[in-house]
């Protein structure tokens, strides 16, 4: 069964360095999403991201986040320059289309900020 | 914003018995989103609707449009029912993204 994939599991980095976080969608799923989650919390919305570009970012996304669709299986989110408060659970979604399917979700990569 | 109300916060419930959970939402929405997030962290998809009522297996769905209300039930609950469920409403306003709610922690005790 087709699955979202995610790596690293776990990354590590020092306050200020840039991290790349890794997701390979379903194959043909169009829409893409970034959601995160400090620990103890809710989960939030990030980025979604179609037809090569964003398509919607909440108040988290700001100037230090990026995303990319390097090419046709990758997407990857950038952080520049990473603080402590960025330390969470960040999960990659995709779905086949927009507002009438499901979204499926990758294991998470576990960033932790020091 | 869609402010997402979900009860109740935690529920302990004995094996074989039946559980509600709800969800109360205050805007419009395109789909509601049920998701069950296990103890290890991963997210799976339960349920999306926008109307009327959906099942699979011992799970059931259910959305009321009108009063912003969406409630799931687990029939028979079972200890590998314990997880964290959440409602997740979202809305082509803002890109299909999913607004999660706080959700509620189920433990089944056997």
């Known amino acids: 069964e087709p699955e979202v994939t995610q790596t690293p599991s776990h990354q590590v980095t020092q306050m200020g360095q840039e991290v790349i976080l890794r997701c390979v969608p379903i194959s043909n799923h169009l829409y893409f999403y970034w959601y995160r989650q400090i620990l103890g919390q809710k989960v939030e919305f990030l980025v979604s991201?179609?037809?090569?570009?964003?398509?919607?970012k909440s108040e988290i996304f700001d100037d230090q986040f990026s995303v990319e669709r390097p090419d046709g299986s990758n997407f990857t989110l950038k952080i520049r320059s990473t603080k402590l408060e960025d330390s969470a659970m960040y999960f990659c979604?995709?779905?086949?289309?927009?507002?009438?399917?499901?979204?499926?979700f990758g294991p998470g990569t576990r960033l932790t900020v020091l | 914003k869609n402010e997402v109300e979900q009860s109740p916060q935690n529920l302990t419930a004995q094996e074989g018995e039946f559980i509600t959970i709800n969800c109360s939402y205050s805007v419009g929405i395109s789909a509601l989103h049920w998701l069950q997030q296990h103890p290890g962290g991963g997210i799976v998809s339960l349920f999306m609707?926008?109307?009327g009522k959906k099942k699979h297996g011992r799970l059931i769905a259910t959305i009321n449009i009108q009063e912003k209300h969406s409630s799931l039930h687990i029939t028979a609950s079972h200890p590998r029912d314990s997880a964290v469920y959440i409602c997740a409403p979202s809305s082509s306003n803002s890109g299909y993204a999913l607004n999660f709610g706080k959700g509620t922690s189920l433990l089944v005790t056997p």
């Open positions: 991201f179609y037809n090569n570009e964003i398509s919607e």
């Open positions: 609707l926008s109307s």
């Open positions: 979604a995709s779905s086949e289309m927009g507002g009438y399917n499901e979204q499926f």
